[in-house]
């Protein structure tokens, strides 16, 4: 439902949030890109009189967990604009739990570098959520590359656990 001139100024937001990770986090979101690998399919977007303020997407995917096929919600694309970080992950997660119970999904997960362990750890204290180390995680590249396979594999993630219907 975004217009253009929404892309753009999430496209903004996401390269001033994220370049400061590194150059290559912040390039992705080039050319008006507002999502960085498949675009979300629900968005939270927190406004304020200057602007986005902070960003929540979700997709429903199904992952495989042991031998299961499982219709999950994965929550990305987070990101609060830097005057108001300590403010974020916990509201914004909290907007995002209605509608997660009403996808009737098992359970929502995102995935952070361990940098961030601290940061959403403030949300796990109050037992909404875990925080999983040592959880192998395989996904597709956004874009196809020729000097890549298809898949990378990623086992310096954490990944945050957010239990909804079970």
């Known amino acids: ?61 199904y992952i495989k967990v042991g031998d299961d096929d499982l219709l999950v919600a994965e929550l990305g694309l987070y990101g609060v604009r830097p005057d108001l970080e300590g403010l974020g992950i916990a ?31 403030r949300f796990c204290r109050k037992g909404l959520a875990n925080i999983l180390s040592g959880v192998r995680v395989r996904s597709t590249h956004p874009d196809v590359y020729l000097d890549l396979p298809p898949t990378r594999v990623d086992d310096n993630v954490l990944v945050l656990v957010l239990p909804i219907g079970r």
């Open 1 to 61: 439902e975004l217009q253009l001139p929404e892309h753009l100024e999430l496209s903004e937001f996401f390269r001033k949030t994220y370049e400061p990770t590194g150059a290559f986090n912040g390039k992705q979101f080039a050319g008006g890109r507002s999502w960085a690998g498949a675009r979300p399919e629900l968005r939270v977007i927190g406004r304020d009189v200057h602007g986005v303020a902070a960003h929540l997407g979700l997709l429903r995917r």
């Open 91 to 121: 509201h914004s997660i909290s907007v995002m739990y209605p509608v997660l119970q009403q996808l009737g999904v098992p359970f929502a997960f995102g995935s952070v570098r361990p940098a961030l362990r601290n940061h959403v750890s």
